[in-house]
């Protein structure tokens, strides 16, 4: 019977690869529908990229909450609870960190977005698709480690850039412009773009972990 407790008793490891995938590859969407967007200056297109940046919000709030669900009624995990959960709760907040980019761009709706916030933008969606490959090889890491590895190292060298390109645009910033206004809303909006690439590398620093404890 499936419901049995000997059932439950049974490994279920497969089915956690799949929901991570998805919430990576969700991931990825964003981050390139943030990034195709950037470019765009009227109101209409900023709410447009808003609305579809929500749905997959939304989305990926379904897919972490699904993976919660299975963890209480699954048994056997392929690696610890608390593993799985901050893995998926911080890819979750990627994604989160996303929707917060452009919710604030379709509010304040600034000047066009800088080159300096294109490159950070570029640097998000550069560890978006880092994290989907780390995330592919979850089942095999084991045995394989060295892609996960590279992996968390690539995804700390961008953090690192973001860091440079956001702290040098500041100082720009408060030097050229003029209007408080718009610095209030042009340094909220580059402030959320490298704090996306924080979140970004605290995956990185989760699946490092991974790599000390079980590879």
Do not use: W
């Amino acid at each position: 019977m499936k419901n049995t407790f000997f059932s439950r008793l049974a490994p279920k490891e497969s089915k956690f690869y799949p929901l991570l995938d998805q919430l990576s590859e969700t991931l990825v969407k964003a981050a390139d529908t943030l990034v195709s967007s950037l470019p765009k200056s009227t109101p209409e297109e900023r709410e447009e990229t808003y609305r579809k940046i929500k749905d997959l919000e939304h989305e990926g709030d379904k897919l972490s909450q699904k993976i919660l669900d299975e963890l209480s009624s699954t048994f056997i995990t392929p690696f610890d609870r608390e593993d799985i959960h901050d893995l998926a709760s911080s890819l979750d907040d990627v994604i989160d960190g996303i929707n917060s980019c452009a919710e604030r761009i379709s509010l304040y709706n600034p000047r066009p977005i800088s080159n300096s916030g294109r490159t950070i933008g570029d640097l998000i969606r550069q560890g978006a698709n880092c994290l989907n490959r780390a995330v592919h090889e979850l089942d095999r890491f084991r045995d394989k480690p060295k892609t996960l590895r590279e992996c968390c190292v690539e995804l700390h060298d961008i953090e690192t850039q973001a860091d440079i390109v956001y702290a040098l645009f500041i100082k720009q910033l408060f030097e050229e412009e003029k209007d408080a206004i718009e610095i209030i809303k042009i340094k909220d909006i580059m402030e959320t773009l490298e704090e996306t690439t924080d979140a970004v590398d605290h995956v990185g620093k989760l699946l490092a972990n991974l790599i000390v404890k079980y590879a």
